[in-house]
């Protein structure tokens, strides 16, 4: 496993401080937030996604995910959000990142797998890959599976397992990750104070079943990138993220295979 942190635990601090944390605090990379805010969204020139890129590995990082906003699987005309999509897909190859992180905010699977297959002679070409978040009203590993298989895009496509989400929503981990099967390409790892509570906690003050996701993640062998989603940018009263990324890292370093 590979330790990111997300600019959402930093909002208003810019891409510089988000490099000063994320190397000052031993991670290995940094997943963006698409947001004008954030000074990172598909709106860059080239020569300022050229900055960006060089900025992060210039500091020895690299860039985990983007984390954009698309809804994927949102009621509605499909071309706004296929151009969204791919708009979003072309930052990440222009800038390095594997993947951008798309939310379901629908319940029809096949809404969101007929515009993820839209996208994917595009994703195949750029050689990146849309995650979908087991988030909002797909917030379970069996629901985000559904989708997937639907879109039937393996080498395009993936899913972010957000340990929180599928937990309070009655899913117990082990049954995400056997839901999530293959599919599984990103994890974003936090702790919360309840399932009916979401407010963001130390890692092991709260609810999430933190160690058992871990120990089956480390019995399945997964290396990939987890991310620490700090979410100060909705909860602005709690701790800045660098008191909580000691925590995140040692939960990596307890469950890495």
Partial sequence: MRLAVSTLGMPGEGLDRAIEVATVNGCQGLELRLHPDTGVHSGLTGQQRRSVRDRVEQAGLEISALAGYVRVCEPGPDEPVVEALLADLTLAADLGAPGVRVFPRGEDPAVGARRLKAVSGTARELGVRALVETHDLMATGAAVARLLDEAASPDTTGAIWDLL????????????????????????????????????????????????????????GYDGWVSLEWERTWYPQVAPVEEILPGASAWVRRFAP
């Fill in 165 to 220: 989400h599928p937990w309070r929503n009655g899913e117990a981990p082990a049954d995400t990750l056997a839901a999530l099967g293959p599919h599984l390409a990103y994890v974003q790892v936090k702790d919360a104070v309840s399932a009916k509570n979401t407010t963001p906690v130390p890692m092991w003050t709260g609810s999430v079943p933190l160690d058992e996701a871990g120990d089956l993640l480390h019995g399945a």
